[in-house]
């Protein structure tokens, strides 16, 4: 059965100033029409987007994605994308799986990087854990716990502590099992 949902890619800036909706000019390559990413910002007029589902050609199935989108905002009324790409040969790089329901905050310093925890893939919890480097673009797998790992739709936050402390507050989502105090 087809869905009378459709996805979009719409983008609507708010001026907390003003309180006043802004539609934006959209410049560069922009996602298509997406639902269930995650995007974080990386420095004060850009984020990173990850992941998500689009529409198959028959709108009856989605297709999940692996790719990896900028956004900068560049003035009060435009937003660039850009599209990083990813590898050409799957295996020669580390690269996260696709997927959807996942997680992602950054770790602000001079070189940002997000951490990306968990998500569905394939009708089943993906259970991994992954760093993107954003000054290259670059992911590495990181191990944490299955407890941490193994749910979606939760919710993602850093806490710097310090510059060598930084604290990962992951709360609430789905798993296949329950988790003990």
């Not at 990896?68 to 435009?78: I, N, R």
């Not at 996942?102 to 993906?126: C, F, R, Y």
């Not at 739709?153 to 310090?162: A, P």
């Amino acid at each position: 059965m087809v869905s009378s949902r459709i996805r979009t890619n719409e983008q609507n800036l708010l001026n907390l100033s003003t309180r006043q909706w802004i539609i934006p000019t959209i410049s560069g390559q922009c996602c298509p029409p997406t639902s269930s990413f995650a995007i974080q910002k990386i420095t004060n007029n850009k984020a990173v987007m990850f992941g998500g589902a689009v529409p198959s050609d028959d709108r009856r199935s989605d297709i999940l994605v692996n790719t990896v989108y900028t956004c900068q905002l560049e003035s009060d009324t435009t937003i660039h994308w850009e599209s990083v790409k990813g590898p050409v040969v799957p295996a020669s790089v580390q690269w996260p799986v696709r997927r959807r329901y996942h997680a992602i905050t950054s770790i602000i310093s001079d070189s940002p990087t997000l951490v990306m925890i968990g998500g569905e893939g394939k009708d089943e919890l993906v259970n991994d854990s992954w760093l993107l480097n954003t000054s290259q673009y670059q992911w590495s797998k990181i191990v944490l716990p299955e407890s941490v790992t193994g749910r979606q739709n939760h919710s993602l936050s850093s806490i710097m502590m310090s510059p060598d402390c930084v604290w990962l507050v992951v709360v609430g989502g789905k798993g296949t099992r329950e988790w003990k105090d």
